[in-house]
């Protein structure tokens, strides 16, 4: 079984401040990890995805994750907040291997970024 | 490209009705997942079909809801008779076999008074 922990459901920072929303996984076998991006009445978008390449994973945007395995973490980060980045972000995560493996999602962190 | 088409965008209907939700996956996609989406409960899965096979029906909380997809470019998500309590925005999302990614639709708002 897996799940993800995301650390904050509501996260403020200033236009021009780093971004930072954290999240945890857990998993028994090495994971397949997965930022997405909610827009207002909008569906998810696919931010960027860890598959066991490299450990730094460059998104859309501008967005960037780190996988941690020591960790256990995938921190979404993004060095200058613009204002087009307010929206709800959810971190995921489903077993690396094999066909289809089913996708669980965390409960979302809403980013307000302040002018 | 056209992406994950749902229809209707917004539903509101009175308790006890029939409500069917629509959608189109992304062509040459062989997975189709719905899900719910609602303040207190998050982004559930509801129900998810591999080439146009349920596959996992756990998440469906009621008999009162049923999925079906005849085709690999139509799926249907009825609820009958509609509760309060299934007010929600419900989402269609496709994917391909072996990447586990989703691309979702823009999800129906779906109100039951």
Redesign the interface.
């Known amino acids: 079984a897996q799940s993800v922990t995301q650390l904050g459901s509501h996260v403020s920072v200033s236009e021009g401040a780093l971004v930072l929303l954290r999240c945890n996984y857990s998993s028994s076998v090495p994971p ?1 990890l ?1 930022w ?1 991006v909610q827009y207002p ?6 931010l960027l ?1 860890y ?1 066991s390449a490299a450990t730094l994973v460059k998104g859309i945007n501008g967005f960037e994750a780190e996988f941690k395995k020591s960790e256990t973490s995938f921190h979404l980060t993004k060095p200058s907040a613009h204002m087009s980045d307010a929206a709800e972000y ?1 971190c995921a995560v ?1 077993l690396g291997f094999g ?5 669980t ?1 965390g ?2 962190t809403k980013l307000q970024v302040i002018p | 490209d056209a992406g994950v088409i749902q229809s209707p965008r917004h539903e509101v209907t009175e308790m006890g009705q029939e409500v069917t939700l629509r959608c189109k996956p992304i062509s040459g996609h062989d997975y189709l997942f719905w899900y719910r989406q609602t303040m207190m409960r998050g982004l559930e899965l509801l129900i998810y079909f591999n080439n146009n096979v349920p596959i996992d029906d756990s998440g469906m909380p009621e008999d009162r809801f049923s999925a079906k997809m005849p085709n690999a470019s139509f799926s249907t998500l009825k609820i009958q008779p509609s509760e309060p309590r299934d007010s929600a925005v419900y989402f269609c999302a496709s994917g391909l076999q072996g990447y586990n990614e989703q691309f979702f639709g823009p999800g129906t708002r779906l109100t039951v008074l």
Do not use: A, H
């Not at chain 1, 066909?99 to 996708?103: A, L």
């Open positions: 397949y997965f997405y009445n909008q569906g998810l978008q696919l995805k598959t959810f489903s066909g289809y493996q089913k996708v999602f409960t979302g």
